[in-house]
């Protein structure tokens, strides 16, 4: 009888995605935090008041690349690792859905911001694909109402003043708290709470490996700390992760 590989949880942040053509947003150095006028677009307050703005932010989804990005060599990775029989679970601070177009089940993938690929409906809750409010845009609509109740439609993610789900907050410390490897690939792992994660599963003795071009405030409590780019790194520190398991030497 052999035992269950332990449980590894991947954190991944904007670094993961660049190779797919979808630049940082939302980080530090993201567009929104440099560009106020950009960053109205996706703030709660602002895009509720103010059909231009709603108007400004469907033309900005419109044109994003998010939509039509492709997964890359380190979404791959992860999916093959999980193909192995590894137990994995994602905690992704991104909202391109790449992780699951990948091949990782829906359930696996917990997305702190939500997901650009769907709308809800912020009367009803109502929820409907991305691409469908899209191709109203593009027929003409400006800002695409809720049609079921008519409220105001807005895309799936946690905007600038909205709170995180509780519920998937609350299953991504869960995950944190019984990894045994916790890997934080491509996140400057600044934004809180999901910086909060690393040390968290530092606090709970889970192996902490970093994967980012640059440093970040938890390198000094990571186990290992990789600045190679994540495209290459990624599949080779979870290529041998898989091979130590399958010896036996995890
Ligand atoms: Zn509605």
Redesign the pocket.
């Known amino acids: 009888m052999t035992a269950k590989p332990p449980l590894v949880a991947v954190l991944s942040g904007a670094g993961i995605s660049t190779d797919s053509g979808i630049p940082d947003y939302r980080g530090p150095a993201g567009l929104w935090r440099r560009d106020p006028e950009a960053q109205k677009l996706v703030t709660y307050d602002f895009y509720m008041s103010d059909p231009e703005i709603r108007r400004r932010s469907w033309q900005m989804r419109r044109s994003a690349p998010t939509l039509r990005a492709r997964p890359n060599a380190a979404h791959e990775a992860i999916v093959r690792l999980e193909r192995s029989g590894t137990p994995v679970r994602v905690i992704t601070q991104n909202v391109d859905g790449l992780h699951q177009m990948a091949g990782l089940p829906e359930r696996k993938v917990l997305e702190l911001h939500g997901t650009a690929r769907a709308v809800t ?1 912020t ?2 809750k ?1 929820r409907s694909e991305m691409a469908a409010a899209l191709e109203r845009v593009a027929a003409g609509d400006p800002d695409p109402a ?1 049609e ?2 008519g ?1 105001i439609l807005k895309s799936a993610t946690v905007m600038f003043g909205e709170s995180l789900d509780p519920v998937v907050l609350g299953e991504a410390v869960a995950v944190t708290k019984a990894c045994e490897v916790f890997v934080a690939v491509g996140t400057s792992l600044t934004v809180h709470p999901a910086a909060a994660l690393a040390g968290l599963a530092a606090d709970h003795g889970a192996r902490l490996i970093i994967v980012n071009a640059e440093p970040t405030p938890y390198d000094g409590r990571a186990d290992e700390v990789v600045r190679e780019p994540i495209g290459t790194a990624l599949p080779a520190l979870l290529e041998r992760y898989a091979q130590d398991v399958s010896r036996g030497s995890r």
């Open positions: 409906c009367r009803c109502a809720c079921v109740c409220g």
